[in-house]
């Protein structure tokens, strides 16, 4: 198996300035071989590293970039025509593979060679062939087996690594008496048939405050002023605390569950249906559901049930109650049950997917203790995981 680890850079003046030279002549190599293909058709990669060796002879300055480094280019290429054709088989409406803008392209990749991890005193150093000694805080063990590493440069302008390392790793026992139904929502992120709840912090959200008072200094400033790009720069530092923010919550929740369950159940969301209701969609895509799934599924076991009737049917006798969105109780007429609504789902997620494997609801979550009704509102013991 592959892991991959990601690493901060923090390359000197110079080492920058090689970077970045070295992104240049990827993009400008990349482009050449766009140019090619949609002027002849399919090239193999064979055919695309043919022309890069005619390339590099007409152009002797691309020998300042290290040769395997570039041919990952072609590599990179290929696999691009490749999913093209396939997608084209499958029936989509396919156009051309497109030239790459300037600052479009921010990544290149070493494969097997060209590259060394050294430690010198108490730094650490990563070698990369015709850039040098680039200071890397490596702030976990690796495993020792590198197979590539892939250069990265985000759009503030930090530069990271990602490792590629194969790893031993020996598959865990599952138990499907450690498995756990949960409900995905926009107020709470996840409530779970164990009646835990999180909050979700919607962190896109907080910050458009702040994000819409820099776009209103950006455009205040003169077109390609200095100011103007210290502004730019600004706002992207914003957008990327965002997205750490949201990936560190994601990654903090959804390691909580894979320590405490082996199985955990979630609903097929119909994501794209709930993004055209436009009042909701930028709380929904800043909730990040879809990563949260994928973390889970690497993390421990991820099965998805069918989303039909989970807030409707009573998780205790099966009986329908239907009720609108702002509705946050379920009541149940026919064997009294009243808990929270999101609980309710939850349960009956987890019952659809022990269903799957013929497994009844164990018996102490069929006999949810009723839940206190205050002021028409749920008053429950609800247990809140800390999530920073
Ligand atoms: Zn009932």
Not at 9 to 35: D, F, T
Not at 214 to 230: C, L
Not at 348 to 374: A, D, M, S, Y
Request: aromatic fraction near 8%; hydrophobic fraction near 35%; include cysteine.
């Amino acid at each position: 198996m592959q892991r991959t680890f990601k690493f901060r850079l923090y390359p000197n003046v110079g080492q920058s300035q090689k970077l970045q030279n070295n992104l240049a002549v990827c993009r400008w190599i990349y482009n050449k071989m766009i140019e090619k293909i949609n002027k002849e058709g399919f090239q193999s990669r064979n055919d695309l590293n043919y022309f890069l060796t005619d390339l590099k002879e007409r152009e002797p300055w691309l020998y300042s970039c290290h040769s395997k480094m570039l041919q990952m280019i072609s590599t990179q290429i290929d696999g691009a025509q490749k999913a093209l054709i396939q997608l084209r088989k499958n029936g989509n409406k396919t156009g051309t593979l497109r030239f790459s803008k300037h600052d479009e392209f921010q990544v290149f990749t070493y494969n097997q060679s060209g590259f060394d991890i050294t430690r010198i005193g108490n730094t650490d150093l990563l070698y990369l062939s015709k850039i040098g000694s680039v200071q890397i805080r490596i702030h976990r063990n690796i495993p020792q087996d590198i197979k590539q590493i892939t250069i990265t440069k985000s759009k503030s302008g930090k530069w990271y690594v990602c490792i590629t390392c194969n790893a031993v790793t020996v598959l865990p026992k599952i138990s499907l008496a450690k498995s756990v139904g949960i409900d995905v929502g926009i107020k709470n992120f996840a409530y779970d048939s164990d009646g835990f709840v999180t909050p979700n912090p919607l962190n896109l959200q907080k910050m458009l405050k702040p994000l819409a008072r820099m776009q209103r200094k950006i455009a205040r400033r003169q077109m390609g002023s200095q100011n103007r790009k210290k502004a730019l720069k600004f706002y992207q530092i914003i957008h990327e605390r965002i997205k750490n923010r949201r990936k560190d919550f994601l990654h903090k929740i959804s390691a909580q569950y894979a320590k405490k369950y082996d199985v955990v159940f979630v609903e097929r969301l119909q994501k794209l249906n709930m993004v055209k209701n436009h009042k909701l969609a930028q709380k929904i895509l800043d909730s990040g559901w879809g990563t949260f799934t994928n973390m889970l599924d690497y993390k421990c076991m991820l099965i998805e049930v069918p989303a039909k009737n989970t807030t409707i049917d009573c998780s205790r006798c099966g009986n329908k109650v239907p009720k609108s969105l702002a509705v946050r109780i379920h009541r149940c007429d026919r064997c009294g049950l009243v808990i929270g609504r999101d609980h309710n789902a939850a349960i009956n997620i987890l019952k659809k997917g022990l269903n799957i494997f013929n497994i009844k609801l164990p018996q102490e979550l069929r006999e949810v203790t009723p839940v206190e009704i205050q002021n028409g509102s749920v008053k429950q013991e609800e247990t809140t995981w800390l999530v920073r």
